[in-house]
């Protein structure tokens, strides 16, 4: 019996890590999509007209401090490098 529980509970877990795969695989197309957009308004300064720098456009438009937002900071970060 105790055997039939732990089949039981690997098949769940089984099919929760195929749900939870199938949701990362779809959002990381649109997380690549972010990342760059993130990229191209800091790279192109295009906050310039409303924000005095990047950290404040990610503070007030986006609700984020840029050093706790994992896109601003990466994008600030890969933006130094180039």
């Known amino acids: 019996m105790t055997s039939n529980l732990l089949e039981k509970t690997d098949n769940q877990n089984r099919v929760l890590l195929e749900q939870c795969e199938s949701i990362i695989s779809q959002g990381l197309d649109e997380l690549m999509k972010v990342e ?19 950290e404040h456009y990610c503070t007030e438009k986006w609700s984020v401090k840029k050093e706790l937002h994992p896109l601003c900071s990466f994008q600030s970060t890969s933006a130094n490098k180039n």
Do not use: C, G, H, P
């Open 36 to 54: 760059r957009a993130f990229a191209i308004i800091e790279k192109q300064q295009l906050y310039k007209n409303k924000y005095s720098d990047f």
